[in-house]
């Protein structure tokens, strides 16, 4: 049989073209350039069974609810309780039972690429999320702590269908007519909760962004309104924004 020149292997390997069959062949193939390119093969199919056992890990308090007999299960979770300026923004999702993605994951851990990718993934094949936002002067009123809470059940009141079950990250919520369960750290451990937290942060990422528009030397576009160096140093000397927190301490000073 004739073996594949090594330029069609790597062409193929960059297509995810590599048949079972093809490298078994490379395995049997004494070329240094062949045994070079296998072990990028193996390299690769190593990280995909890890991404594999991690989703499949992650999904196990969907597949104990699925189990149970909930067929809508939200999973919630929210961005921007930290940041100086902006709104809070939460998000909540319902995925299908045969949803899959590997590489998901809490939105922290991943690049803005990936967020931005996942983000219309998970927007195209979710059975139903929504988005709830609670901007500065609401926070100012009823604190960040029931504005996170506002915004969790604004987003799972958007949902259509309702869901049956409701998965939050950390955050009781009491207030929801179904049960709850709130899970430490959920934006890891859930494929649900960490669905909507990509969700959230994105959506607040480009808000934020526009906001870096009108006040360029806030720099929000990459701080997001967290107070860093260059943002405090703005706020010194420029005053907050229509968008700033003023019950934030480093405002109200």
Same mark, same amino acid.
């Given at each position: ?26 395995? $049997? ?5 062949? *045994? ?8 690769? *199919? ?7 056992? *991690?989703?499949? %890990?992650?999904? =196990?308090? &969907? ?18 309780? @930290?940041?100086?300026? @902006?709104?809070? %923004? ?23 690429? #990936?967020? &931005? ?7 195209k094949n979710a059975i139903g999320y929504g988005v709830g936002i609670i901007h500065n ?8 702590? *029931?504005? #996170?809470?506002?915004?969790?059940? $604004?987003?799972? &009141? ?15 919520l009491e207030e929801v007519d179904c049960p709850t369960k709130s899970i430490i750290k ?23 962004? =526009? ?26 000397? &420029? ?11 480093? %405002?109200?000073?």
């Amino acid at each position: 049989m004739a073996k594949h020149s090594i330029t069609l292997l790597k062409q193929m390997f960059n297509e995810d073209k590599l048949t079972d069959q093809i490298i078994m062949e490379m395995r $049997e193939d004494d070329r240094k350039g062949v *045994q070079a390119l296998l072990k990028r093969v193996d390299l690769k *199919q190593e990280k995909i069974r890890k991404l594999k056992q *991690q989703f499949a %890990v992650m999904s =196990e308090f &969907e597949q104990d609810c699925w189990q149970d007999g909930y067929t809508n299960i939200a999973g919630v979770d929210e961005v921007g309780r @930290g940041p100086l300026a @902006g709104p809070v %923004v939460a998000a909540a999702v319902i995925l299908p039972q045969d949803f899959t993605l590997l590489g998901l994951n809490d939105s922290k851990q991943l690049n803005e690429a #990936t967020r &931005e990718s996942y983000y219309e993934i998970i927007k195209k094949n979710a059975i139903g999320y929504g988005v709830g936002i609670i901007h500065n002067d609401e926070i100012d009123k009823v604190n960040i702590y *029931q504005a #996170t809470k506002l915004a969790m059940l $604004e987003a799972i &009141e958007q949902i259509k269908p309702r869901p049956d079950f409701v998965l939050v990250d950390a955050m009781p919520l009491e207030e929801v007519d179904c049960p709850t369960k709130s899970i430490i750290k959920g934006d890891s451990r859930s494929i649900s909760i960490a669905a909507a937290s990509i969700l959230a942060k994105v959506t607040r990422d480009r808000y934020m962004k =526009e906001l870096d528009l009108k006040y360029p030397n806030f720099h929000f576009a990459s701080n997001m309104g967290y107070g860093t160096k260059q943002h405090l140093e703005a706020l010194k000397n &420029e005053g907050p924004t229509p968008f700033h927190r003023r019950s934030f301490a480093p %405002v109200s000073n």
